[in-house]
T-cell receptor
Framework: ETGVTQTPRHLVMGMTNKKSLKCEQH?????MYWYKQSAKKPLELMFVYSLEERVENNSVPSRFSPECPNSSHLFLHLHTLQPEDSALYLC????????????FGAGTRLSVL | KQEVTQIPAALSVPEGENLVLNCSFTDSAIYNLQWFRQDPGKGLTSLLL?????REQTSGRLNASLDKSSGRSTLYIAASQPGDSATYLCAVRRTRSQGNLIFGKGTKLSVKP
């Protein structure tokens, strides 16, 4: 266990649905991250939050909307997704953005029909 | 633009064999390089982190080397075991202030008993 918990582990949704992914860390970290892992492609950073403030947004479509209500929780709100958005979504946290080691959750496997 | 390449994409070896996984990156101006392990259905586990000023890091049967000038890193696994079967990911960090890790696609390792 890395101390980073993601729910749900699996999610199937239609293109018109709205759903949310949740990430929670109990490590006392101040930085949290969303990554996307698609088949045959490298892991891609989506968003970075430091002390609940978004500090990086890597040209992610607006149908993905992150929310960080406090330093322990991170959400990814999904709406009107496309089938190509099907992927493994990984959350990570680190002590600070400038601190090296990122601890990853087990991910949410998302399928968009 | 930094790109990370891992060769081979997949590797199968008999138990007990020593093996080397390769990682190359196009921009030698990195802050550090990290090796991760990813098991099916699970998130990433950090194995070794090498700062740009270091040449190698060791942890148990794992040894990671870094040649920044040539844009290469290797992960050496000694006396491989079936439990080492996983996908191994290499990631570089560009600067201290940015949390963005640039990942390779990984090498899927299978160690046969």
């Amino acid at each position: 266990e890395t101390g980073v918990t993601q729910t749900p582990r699996h999610l199937v949704m239609g293109m018109t649905n709205k759903k949310s992914l949740k990430c929670e860390q109990h490590l006392g970290h101040n930085a949290m991250y969303w990554y996307k892992q698609s088949a045959k492609k490298p892991l891609e950073l989506m968003f970075v939050y430091s002390l609940e403030e978004r500090v990086e947004n890597n040209s992610v479509p607006s149908r993905f909307s992150p929310e960080c209500p406090n330093s322990s929780h991170l959400f990814l709100h999904l709406h009107t997704l496309q089938p190509e958005d099907s992927a493994l979504y990984l959350c990570a946290s680190s002590q600070r953005v400038t601190k090296n080691i990122q601890y990853f959750g087990a991910g949410t496997r998302l399928s968009v029909l | 633009k930094q790109e990370v390449t891992q060769i081979p994409a997949a590797l199968s070896v008999p138990e007990g064999e020593n093996l080397v996984l390769n990682c190359s990156f196009t921009d030698s101006a990195i802050y550090n390089l990290q090796w991760f392990r990813q098991d099916p259905g699970k998130g990433l586990t950090s194995l070794l982190l090498i700062q740009s000023s270091q040449r190698e890091q060791t942890s148990g049967r794992l040894n990671a080397s870094l040649d920044k000038s040539s844009g290469r890193s290797t992960l050496y696994i000694a006396a491989s075991q079936p439990g080492d079967s996983a996908t191994y990911l290499c990631a570089v960090r560009r600067t201290r202030s940015q949390g963005n890790l640039i990942f390779g696609k990984g090498t899927k390792l299978s160690v046969k008993p």
